[in-house]
């Protein structure tokens, strides 16, 4: 079932006490990238999974891509995300021993929807058009 239609969606749990402890370590160790981790947890679905460009990270979080992208390179090498290509786009997959969205046991399954999260600019000229999307995508860049 996709995450959006879920209940309980909006919860976020961080598993205790490596999760806690990871968290921790992250925001003191690497403040930006624990801002990048916060922003992916925010929008991951419930199979922890964003499809999302650096750009659009970059605009919400209000750094260079450049920025978001030495803070996704030192999330992946301290194993607190995975990203896998889909074309051109990344899909991000938060590291479930630390947070998780869905029930506990949930866990060991691995079907995955991945939600999509796209910019304004990212968006094809008659979708920017549309008051209600253009809104969403404001309150994004607004995070």
């Given at each position: 079932m996709?995450?959006?239609t879920k209940k309980n969606s909006a919860f976020i749990?961080?598993?205790?006490?490596?999760?806690?402890?990871?968290?921790?370590v992250l925001t003191k160790a690497n403040a930006m990238a624990a801002n990048v981790f916060y922003f992916l947890m925010k929008y991951m679905d419930t199979d922890n999974c964003l499809v999302v460009?650096?750009?659009?990270?970059?605009?919400?979080v209000g750094v260079s891509r450049q920025t978001i992208s030495k803070s996704v390179s030192y999330l992946k090498k301290h194993q607190y995300?995975?990203?896998f290509k889909s074309g051109t786009s990344n899909v991000y997959t938060l590291n479930?021993?630390?947070v998780w969205k869905d029930r506990?046991?949930?866990?060991v399954e691995a079907l995955l929807y991945g939600a999509v999260l796209?910019?304004?600019?990212?968006?094809?000229?008659e979708s920017k058009k549309n008051a209600s999307i253009k809104k969403q995508l404001e309150l994004i860049k607004n995070v």
């Open positions: 996709p995450s959006a749990q961080l598993t205790d006490p490596d999760g806690i402890d990871a968290m921790r460009s650096m750009h659009t990270i970059s605009l919400s995300i995975a990203v479930s021993n630390i506990g046991d949930k866990k796209l910019s304004l600019d990212e968006q094809e000229p």
